[in-house]
C-alpha cells in the first residue's frame, strides 16, 4: 500500500510492491541464493540474513510498453535500479522517494532489478554506525506508471490565511517525456469547487512548474480535534483529451509562532509527543500499514497529540494516516549525532541537502506537519556546523515558508545556532545520564536560553526526554533499567517540562524499544534502545499508565 487515498485515475498505474519477488544476496555464504520475499521488506527480517551488512539484488518481472516511471518510496539505503539489465537509476538515502523514467520499452514481459545496499562507507554520510538500525531492503512501497506524453510530477498546495480568508497556493510540476513539443492544457480543482486552468507549451524533454494563488471558497480549518482535509486534483490534457493526472490532499490550517507561543490556528499549541522510529523486529523499518496504524492507535490511547518523525523522513502512509487522525508531527531530515569530523565528511552537505528537497518536496502538502526539523544534536557548537545548520535552515525557507524551523540539540550552553530557526528545541536527559533533578535541571537550561543565547523569547521544545527500561525487569530497589526506575523518571521529567513556564511541550524518547546498529553498542543492552514506553513489540512498561495519566491531564491548547 503506498497511500491511503487514490492518486491517479488517469495515469495508469500499478503496485509493484505488496507482492513477492526474489532476493538474492550478492556476498556472503548465500551469495546467490534466491530467496522468496515479501516486498516491502527489510533483509534482516529473513532468517539467512538477520545481521547481513553488504548488497542484495530484489527481482521481479512487470509487464509495460512505452515509456514507463518506476517509483520507489524508499530502498535502504542505497539504489540501484536495473531493467533488463540496463542501469535505469541510482538513488541514496533510505528515508526520501524517487523514481526513473525508462522510455522506449517493447509491449510485453520486463524484469525489474532493484539493488540495495546497507553497508557504512565514506561515500555514506547520513547512515552511520549509530543508535538505530540502518536496515536494508525496499522498506517502502513501489509503484509502476505507464505515461504518455507528459506528466505530472507533483501537486504541491499550500494553505495561507490573508485577512481571514483562505487562499490555497498552488505549484504543479510538468516533465514532457516526448520526442516532440506539445501544447497542454492543466485544470486543477480544489474539492471546494475553485477551479484554475492554464495552457503552455512544452519543448520535448522540457520540465515547467506553474504557480498559481486560488480562493478555496468555504472551508473547515484542519485541527487536532477536526482534521478535516481537501483533494486537489489536476489533469493535464493535450487536444486528444487528458493523458495525465494527479490528486493530492491539503489541510487549512496555520501555524505561526508568536514570542515564546507556538500557535495552531492562533491557539497555543501544547506539544504532547513521542519520538518514533520507524522500527519492528518482525518488519524492520519496513512496517505494514496496519502495524503503522496500530502504533498511531497507541500513541492517542496514551493521550498524545503530536509525534517527531526521529531521525529522518517517515514513510508517506504515516503521514497519510497523522493527516486523518489530527495528529501534529515534527519532521526531520536524516541525521542522529553527527560529529564535527562527520558533518566535514565530503559528501555530507550534498547528502544531508538531498534529503531536505526530497523531504519537502514529498510532504509539503501534508497539514499534520507542524514544524521542519535539521541535524538532530550534530555538531551545532561549532562554527563549521553553524555554517551547515545555516545553509540547511536557508535551503527550507527557500522551499516552504508556511512552517517554522528546529532543531534538537545536545549541546546545552554552548550550542551557537539558537539564532538561526523560529523554535529552540533541547534533549534532556536529567535522571538518567545524570542525577540532577528533572525539575532544576529543566529550569536552568530554560533560563539560560532566555538570558543568555539568541534562543530568547522564541518557543521553547523538549524534543526528547526518557530513561531505559527493560521490559519485564521489576524490582523494588528502584535501579536504572527497571520499569520502576523508568516510570519514577518519566514521571518527574514530564511535570518537570509540562510545568515549566513557556515551554511549548515535550516530545518523549521514545515510543518503542528499537534495535540499534551492533557497531554502536556502548550503553546498549540487547543492542536495543530501551527507552521505549513499549518494548519492541509494544508491550507495556510500567510508565505506560504514568505517561498516560500524565498526558490525559494536559489540554492540548495552552
Ligand atoms: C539522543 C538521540 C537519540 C537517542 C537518545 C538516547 O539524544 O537524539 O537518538 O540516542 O539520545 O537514547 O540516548
Redesign the pocket.
Known amino acids: 500500500m503506498i497511500r491511503t487515498f487514490c492518486t491517479n485515475r488517469i495515469r495508469k498505474t500499478e503496485e509493484l510492491s505488496d507482492s513477492l519477488w526474489k532476493f538474492s544476496p550478492c556476498a556472503g555464504e548465500h551469495s546467490g541464493q534466491v530467496y522468496q520475499v515479501s516486498v516491502p521488506t527489510c533483509w534482516e527480517s529473513i532468517p539467512d540474513f538477520a545481521a547481513y551488512r553488504g548488497e542484495g539484488v530484489f527481482t521481479r518481472e512487470f509487464q509495460a510498453g512505452g515509456t514507463i516511471r518506476l517509483v520507489f518510496q524508499g530502498v535502504s539505503h542505497t539504489a540501484r535500479i536495473c531493467v533488463d539489465g540496463r542501469e535505469a537509476g541510482r538513488h541514496y538515502n533510505a528515508y526520501t522517494p524517487f523514481s526513473c523514467v525508462v522510455k522506449g520499452l517493447q509491449e510485453g514481459i520486463h524484469t525489474l532489478e532493484v539493488y540495495a545496499d546497507n553497508s557504512f562507507s565514506e561515500k555514506s554520510a547520513l547512515h552511520v554506525p549509530n ?2 538500525m540502518s536496515y536494508g531492503g525496499i522498506s517502502r512501497g513501489v509503484v509502476l506508471e505507464q505515461l504518455k506524453g507528459a506528466y505530472i510530477e507533483y501537486v504541491h498546495a499550500v494553505p495561507l490565511r490573508e485577512d481571514s480568508v483562505w487562499k490555497a497556493d498552488l505549484k504543479v510540476k510538468v516533465n514532457s517525456v516526448s520526442e516532440e513539443d506539445c501544447c497542454y492544457r492543466l485544470n486543477i480543482r480544489l474539492e471546494t469547487g475553485e477551479e484554475v486552468v492554464e495552457e503552455f507549451s512544452l519543448k520535448a524533454g522540457e520540465e515547467k512548474i506553474l504557480s498559481h494563488r486560488i480562493l478555496a471558497g468555504q472551508v473547515e480549518p484542519w485541527c487536532i480535534e477536526n482534521p478535516k482535509l481537501y483533494t486537489v486534483n489536476a489533469v493535464l490534457l493535450d487536444e486528444t483529451g487528458a493523458v495525465d493526472d494527479l490528486t493530492e490532499r491539503m489541510g487549512f490550517r496555520e501555524i505561526k509562532t508568536e514570542g515564546k507561543d507556538l500557535l495552531l490556528n492562533g491557539k497555543k499549541l501544547r506539544i504532547k509527543g513521542f ?1 518514533r522510529h520507524e522500527d519492528h523486529p518482525m518488519f524492520g523499518c519496513a512496517l505494514p500499514y496496519s502495524a503503522i496504524c496500530q502504533d498511531l492507535m497507541i500513541m492517542r490511547d496514551l493521550g498524545a497529540n503530536a509525534v517527531r518523525t ?2 529522518y523522513p517517515n514513510d508517506q502512509l504515516f503521514l497519510d494516516l497523522c493527516d486523518e487522525m489530527g495528529i501534529l508531527v515534527w519532521e526531520e531530515n536524516h541525521a ?2 553527527l560529529s564535527l569530523e562527520q558533518m566535514q565528511n565530503p559528501y555530507f552537505e550534498e547528502q544531508a541537502e538531498t534529503c531536505i528537497v526530497e523531504m519537502i518536496t514529498a510532504h509539503i502538502n501534508h497539514p499534520c506537519i507542524l514544524i521542519w526539523g535539521i541535524l ?2 550534530c555538531a551545532s557548537d561549532t562554527p563549521y556546523g553553524y555554517e551547515c545548520y545555516k545553509k540547511q535552515y536557508e535551503l527550507i525557507k527557500e522551499m516552504d515558508t508556511s512552517r517554522p524551523r528546529s532543531s ?1 540539540s ?1 549541546k546545552f550552553k554552548t550550542d551557537l545556532c539558537f539564532g538561526l530557526p523560529e523554535i529552540v528545541s533541547y ?1 534532556l ?1 536529567p535522571e538518567w ?1 545524570h542525577d540532577e533533578s528533572a525539575k532544576d535541571y529543566v529550569k536552568e537550561i530554560y533560563e539560560w536560553v532566555q538570558n543568555e543565547s539568541e534562543g530568547r523569547n522564541k518557543p521553547f521544545l523538549v524534543t ?1 526526554i ?1 530513561a ?1 527500561a527493560i521490559y519485564g525487569y521489576r524490582t523494588p530497589t528502584m535501579c536504572k533499567w527497571s520499569e520502576e526506575y523508568q516510570a519514577k523518571a518519566l514521571e518527574d521529567q514530564m511535570m518537570a517540562v509540562l510545568e515549566q513556564e513557556g515551554c511549548s511541550g515535550v516530545f518523549l ?2 515510543f518503542c524499544d528499537v534495535r540499534i546498529s551492533p557497531e554502536w553498542f556502548s550503553n546498549r543492552p540487547r543492542t536495543m ?1 530501551n ?1 521505549g514506553i513499549v518494548d519492541e513489540y509494544r508491550r507495556r512498561k510500567l510508565s505506560y499508565d504514568v505517561v498516560k495519566r500524565i498526558f490525559h491531564s494536559y489540554p492540548d491548547y495552552r
Open positions: 543508535d538505530y519520538c526521529s531521525h542522529r549525532g538532530n544534536e534538537a545536545c534533549n536527559y545520564y526528547e526518557g531505559g524518547w521514545q534502545n527507552k
